[in-house]
């Protein structure tokens, strides 16, 4: 979801940023963090919980709960709550990763 | 309330006693501690089991615990998986007179049917890819060294003595040992009156008030001991890598985590368990030397806990000849955990006057007093 059209605010349309997530393409936008555009094209599950592998998602967006840590290109625990969408970026969400 | 046998402490050591006094026939034992099961040494320590020691007793002991770890769940009838995995531990030899030292060591291991075997600096490479090619020379591993939950092994020992009748009282601390005529005559707790004859002191770190409060002097002194654990990623490192002259242990555990400690040089005796950026400063320069790559992790936490340490760093499994009914488990100077096993054997036996499964002469508390020459154990960190 994104606010699109605001009574007070105007917003200006920004350059699509393509990525991957998870080996599907998905479009985010020139400023979001990768957590926020994964959030708002809908994909909500961000990690999963250790030891009963139950789903987290984008939940302190400042960088200190771990909810949102996944794998970018090819590193692990990244905060992709901090961390800006960049062209191409692969995304892999790490409970394929971690056991 | 009566007693036959008080032990005082409920981590892995007391528990394993109580276990092996009650599956002895020993009846009506209570354990006290004044917190809960492995609230001290045990749940705050490395976990890590090994047999590459360089004194003999160490090495028996460690071996037979190896061999209850590998079939404790099925032994104790534990509902859950004690999570023991044995990828070995490789210890790194970064001096000539190190890997001499450890060549040694090898040898007297391997005459005690321990599969351990000094390997060269290529062989350690393709067992951890990791490692700094620079930061050694050789290395020797043991590929049944391991590692296992200290909780839930320390709760396997609980649940299984708990079956046999023993009684456990937490969170009641042990104030004073009432004697009479040189006989121990009780147990007083801030809350309770145990009449006993038989006193186990297995308190970890708080071994020496518990001696003092028998007018024993025991020399086993708490230092603290820090660790730190990172962030989890894909398994990466399969044993314990470890090093005595750079002062590290470090262990990938099995959700991810890189678990590593080291000794602070220096550390005042005391029952500080606390954490310090001196730690993590001195950790985080000492695994980046040998493990580079543990570097491109975030650390998550730190916590510190006792190591009792005795004057020859070998642990003290003994009855006491001043104070008749007095025993002792303690001492373990940072190894009572792997060694618990046999220590719940072993005092046992002592204490039922069965015969001994091993020589437990090494572990007399008279060692210290007899101005005999101490061998002290070389192989720690």
Redesign the interface.
Known sequence: MRIKQHPILDFEPKRPILFRYNNQEVIGYEGDTIAAALHAAGIKVLSFS??EKRPRGFYCAIGNC?SC?MTVNG???VKTCLTMLEEGMEVVSMET??? | MNADVVIIGSGISGASIAYNLALRGLKNIVVIDKSYPTSGSTGRCGAGVRQQWGTKGNCIMAKHSIEFFETAQKTLDYHEDIEFKQEGYLILATTIEEEKEFAENILLQNSLNIPARQLTKEEALAIVPHLNPDAFISATFCPTDGHLNPFKMTDAYYQAAKKQGVLFRFFEEVTAIERYNGKIQAVITQCDRYDTSVVVNAAGGFAREIAEMVGVDLPVYPENHEILVTEPVAKMQGPMVMSFSKNIYCQQVPHGSFLMGRTTPGQPSNHDIGSSWQFLDEMAKTVCDILPKIGELRVIRQWGGSYAVSPDHQPIISSVKQQAGFYLACGFSGHGFMFAPMTGILLSEIMLDLPPTLDVSEYDLDRFTQNQKIVKEKSVV
């Open positions: 250790m030891v771990g840590h590193v692990p625990n990763k971690v056991k």
